[in-house]
């Protein structure tokens, strides 16, 4: 390992160009900010390389790199077996604390173990949650490379650390913390996603694991309605309403809406429910998976939408979600070879579950088929050939993205997760704006402009609702509506993650017009 000299403390201030979101991608991390790095090959095993480090007003982030794939809260196998963990001085003391690594250590953060070892007063010692600091860890898969954020109000201005990987040893600094200094000039502030839709023409899914059942659930009915009248969604792919009628999920509707509802429930239990008639439904995906042909009116759009509802399997079941997403790629292929029209638009909603290995990530992505005896080759799934794109919704108010936490957790809980998902073919559809609701990230201004309550997701379920506003392409005839646009106005430019980005010289970009058109292009200097 690198060594720091006994007469030389490392003291590092840093900034970012921008706000850091919490969605597990360290794109929004800018590249010079690696500011410890280990010798490569000084562990028989996981070789912890490097970090880095870096704060807002709010949360202390941490970006970890190893040289293989582990996944960060759990143990999938010998070859990658690994435990984590994070040892934080927070007043940068070694005469307060768990002495360890010549610091003084308050949190000792056991990520395999889930828990958080306050050592504020050590020798005597406390197993915390996750939650007691705020602990978000992303991604939820398997990976290489994660970011964790922390709230930093308990900390003070000057704080040491260091990784270890208790399995083999491994330390980083090795012999000593180390030591940083907080930036109190730097911010989260991130723009405010509204409600308000930018196009009354705009199609609003929303996606929403309803936790067992929730709207049968009188302690919890009240709320789920309040979430659902608040986004004036167009479209609703449900988890977790297998209990639930048909009948039933239209009572509770007409309770607040007097739009008329069509549903669709799969042979999971799932419910899909739109504004607009199916011309087609599929229930022969998988046993998660089921899909609707949403018919679009004519005279407005282009086009019909594909909507597929998804409910992987939970936990450790890695291989029966492989084959959900082995399926759900074979289902696309048929879509492309003449089982729906050309160019159809569709997407891919729903609590899929991914906190096992990354491998299902990625045949949802790019069509990398597992089973290919049993489902074929495989193949990218977009229209135009490439991979389809993960969206991160964000929170409204907040750099968070994750959209399932635990309700009154403890000690060996896991962390928030980003569990729930919509992907979506963007060489035939783009998307306006996105966000995840979770309530008690939101000011009380914004609550009060959407007619929400801060309990309102914490006590609806377990899960938050995920929204997207999909940019259908329009008629070619309706150039003369008032909500239509005249011109082909550039919107943004996005790169193949979903991410706002500027135009970047020998990399393919997606270029987002107000009409609903897209284009993929790479500028080649």
């Not at 489902?375 to 929170?395: A, E, M």
């Amino acid at each position: 390992m690198n060594k720091l000299s006994i007469f030389f403390i490392l003291i590092i201030k840093i900034s970012l160009s921008q706000p850091i979101i919490v969605d597990g991608f360290l794109t929004d991390w800018n590249p010079n900010t690696t500011i410890f790095t280990d010798d490569l090959g000084d562990s028989p095993g996981i070789d912890l390389l490097n970090f880095s480090v870096y704060n807002d007003e709010k949360n202390i982030y941490f970006r970890l790199k190893l040289n293989n794939e582990i996944d960060l809260t759990d143990s999938l196998d010998l070859l990658t077996y690994s435990k984590i963990r994070l040892f934080i001085d927070k007043d940068n003391n070694p005469q307060t604390g768990y002495p360890t690594n010549s610091i003084g250590s308050e949190y000792g953060i056991d990520f395999q173990q889930k828990h958080i070892w306050d050592d504020i007063d050590y020798p005597n010692s406390i197993k915390k949650s996750f939650y007691w600091l705020n602990l978000v860890p992303l991604p939820s898969v398997t990976s290489n490379e994660f970011e964790i954020s922390l709230d930093r109000s308990t900390f003070s201005d000057t704080i040491s650390f260091y990784f270890k990987d208790e399995v083999n040893n491994d330390k980083m600094p090795n012999n000593e913390g180390f030591v940083y200094i907080l930036n109190n000039n730097t911010t989260s502030s991130l723009p405010i996603i509204t409600f308000d839709k930018s196009d009354s023409l705009k199609i609003r899914l929303m996606s929403y694991n309803v936790r067992a059942n929730g709207i049968l659930d009188p302690s919890r009915r009240e709320q789920i309605k309040n979430i659902l009248k608040s986004t004036n969604s167009d479209v609703f792919t449900f988890n977790e309403t297998g209990n639930i009628s048909l009948a039933e999920m239209e009572t509770f509707f007409n309770e607040f809406s007097s739009t008329n509802w069509y549903m669709f429930k799969t042979n999971n239990g799932d419910i899909t429910v739109s504004k607009y008639p199916f011309s087609q439904s599929f229930n022969n995906i998988d046993n998660k998976i089921g899909g609707n042909l949403i018919d679009l009116p004519d005279s407005i759009y282009s086009t019909d939408l594909l909507v597929l509802n998804g409910h992987l399997a939970c936990c450790y079941s890695d291989i029966a979600r492989q084959i959900s997403a082995d399926k759900f790629i074979k289902f696309i292929l048929d879509c492309k070879n003449g089982l729906i029209p050309l160019n159809t638009p569709f997407v891919f909603a729903g609590d899929m579950n991914l906190v096992g290995y990354r491998e299902q990530y990625e045949t949802i992505l790019n069509g990398t088929i597992s089973d290919t005896a049993s489902f074929g080759i495989g193949g990218y799934p977009d229209w135009d050939n490439t991979p389809i794109v993960d969206l991160v919704c964000r929170f409204n108010e907040d750099n968070q993205s994750y959209t399932w936490d635990k309700y009154n957790p403890s000690a060996g809980d896991y962390a928030p997760g980003r569990l729930d998902f919509i992907f979506y073919s963007n060489s035939v559809m783009s998307i306006d704006k996105s966000f995840t609701i979770s309530t008690e990230h939101m000011s009380a201004n914004f609550l009060s402009d959407n007619h929400l309550d801060i309990n309102d997701t914490k006590e609806a379920s377990d899960h938050f609702p995920i929204v997207a506003d999909l940019s259908v392409p329009l008629n070619s005839n309706l150039s003369t509506n008032p909500l239509a646009p005249k011109t082909k106005k550039l919107i943004k430019i996005i790169d193949t993650m979903g991410r706002e980005t500027r135009p970047i010289p020998n990399t393919p970009l997606i270029y987002l017009y107000e009409d609903g058109s897209i284009e993929k292009k790479i500028i080649l200097k």
